[in-house]
């Protein structure tokens, strides 16, 4: 066996004292940025990258560093179920070959829209791995995991007062500045168009005998999405600001999540609220697995006061309403079932992308035609993420993509701590979800950073766990001998 011969030390300089540095250099040495500036940079400033026009294209643009970043690094970490995630990439790629393919009862692709939001797409979701993977591999120094942890609660803080401002202010609308940079045969594209136009609220017919229905959106480009985003991020805010907070932060936090209930129950968004009733039983059974009877009394009690409050105000009114008009169902049940037969006709590549059906729920006579410009054509997998994966990449996306959640949820079901039980609930959130919203582009990325931030716990309990069996006393292993003499 060959040894090295061990390096010999060189004597280091001595540091240079401060009051003797070049004042350039002294002063680029306190203006560097910290190392995670460009997630600090995507959550911190993300209400200013909605408004003007950037949501779909920001995580791209922060995903350039952060890239760079993992490139100077020895080895990078994969999250488990990572084979997974990276054939559900490659067929989002391969299935651009079958963007001019005509899936069944749906209008024939036309226009170099089509093009635009396949490249879109495999973008973002290159975009949202490279996110993932960079929090993964960033130190406890470089970003703590509680830092982590607030960011994303601050984010819920943002979506909390975005609420507000859709609900109270349903008709504040603006073009966002980029609009006016773009070319304009790309500046008219449906797609560009819709997120050039920024809205605080969608006003939609939900309530029967109600004309129109304010919904929150803001920060976010939809309702639906808002509405998701709210149940990942609150769950964070939770950890963040109620459990890890002391003093006037976890106060804060006790006062901001009945300030919640407004805008929650106002947005009309059932998938929220049965996915909020998914989380707290989740963790009530965790709790009570645990032992932790007192805290499950206490989040018990809280949750019925809450419940009374809501019931005994104009919101139950709402909430009751609400569960009772559910517009909606015919056109998902329509919508899920077209993204069944197109997946069933095209069952390996899907079709690369959202396809229009010809009419709608009701009737193939309704829809867009040549003497009705303003009709309007449902779009087969706009209604859910796992939808929008069997039309576009067939089977094997939803397959691939539930399948990396889940692996992730079994991986780490043995972390109890704060962040494991949060980190969990998040996962379950997005395995219920994707049966009803999209997950591009922030909800899927705040999923993919749960997951880092779940990884980096269970590698930190880890070294916790080595360090505890390293630090047994020499002593007993020389016990036996003891008792022997």
């Known amino acids: 066996m060959k040894t090295l011969a061990p390096l010999r030390s060189t ?36 209400p200013v990258w909605w408004a003007l026009g950037l949501p779909s294209f920001i995580f791209a643009i922060l995903a350039v560093p952060m890239a760079l970043q993992l490139r100077r690094r020895d080895t990078i970490r994969v999250p488990p179920g990572f084979g997974f995630w990276l054939i559900l990439l490659a067929w989002v790629v391969l299935s651009g070959l079958m963007l001019d393919i005509t899936a069944p009862n749906t209008l024939v692709p036309t226009g170099f829209g089509r093009y635009i939001g396949w490249g879109v797409r495999v973008m973002n979701y290159t975009a949202l791995t490279v996110t993932m993977l960079y929090v993964l591999n960033l130190s406890e120094k470089e970003l703590p995991r509680l830092r982590m942890v607030r960011l994303f609660a601050f984010l819920a803080v943002i979506t909390v007062i975005g609420g507000y401002v859709g609900a ?19 500046a008219q594209e449906p797609f560009v ?22 919904r929150p959106a803001a920060p976010f480009e939809y309702t639906n999405t808002w509405g998701e985003n709210m149940g990942i991020l609150l769950v964070w805010f939770i950890v963040g600001w109620m459990v890890q907070g002391r003093g006037w932060r976890r106060l804060t936090g006790y ?5 919640a209930i407004f805008p929650i129950v106002f947005s009309l968004n059932r998938g929220l609220w049965i996915g909020l009733v998914i989380a707290a039983v989740y963790v009530a059974l965790r709790l009570a697995l645990r032992g932790r009877i007192a805290v499950l009394a206490g989040m018990a009690l809280a949750t019925a006061l809450a419940g009374v409050l809501v019931l005994a105000s104009p919101l139950g009114g709402l909430l009751d309403e609400r569960m009772k008009n559910g517009h ?36 193939i006579a ?23 994966l069997l039309v576009g990449q067939g089977w094997v996306g939803p397959i691939c993509y539930s399948a990396f959640f889940l692996c992730c949820l079994w991986r780490f079901r043995h972390d109890h701590t704060a962040i494991g039980i949060a980190g969990s609930v998040v996962l379950i959130l997005m395995l219920f979800f994707q049966f009803l919203y999209g997950a591009l582009n922030t909800t899927l990325a705040y999923g993919l950073i749960s997951v880092a931030v779940l990884a980096r716990n269970d590698r930190h309990l880890r ?3 080595r360090e505890a069996l390293a630090a047994v006393p020499a002593e007993s292993t020389d016990r036996p001998e003891q008792r022997s003499r």
């Open 11 to 46: 004597p280091r300089p001595e540091p240079v004292p401060r009051d003797q540095l070049p004042t350039g250099a002294f002063v680029a040495r306190r203006r560097r940025l910290p190392v995670a500036w460009p997630l600090t940079a995507l959550f911190v400033l993300y």
């Open 168 to 186: 109270l202010m349903p008709d504040l609308k603006f073009t966002a500045p980029l609009n006016y940079l773009l070319p304009d045969v790309i």
């Open 193 to 214: 168009n819709r997120l050039m136009h920024v809205e605080v609220a969608q006003v939609q017919e939900v309530l029967q005998g109600e004309p129109s229905s304010p």
């Open 255 to 259: 006062l901001l999540m009945a300030a």
């Open 328 to 363: 909606s169902d015919e056109i998902r049940a329509t919508l899920s079932s077209g993204a069944v037969e197109a997946a069933r006709h095209s069952p390996v590549l899907g079709y690369g992308a959202n396809r229009a059906l010809i009419g709608s729920n009701r009737s």
């Open 366 to 388: 309704i829809g867009k035609s040549a003497d009705c410009k303003q009709c309007g054509n449902r779009e087969l997998g706009s209604n859910g993420q796992v939808w929008n």
């Open 463 to 465: 070294s916790l766990r």
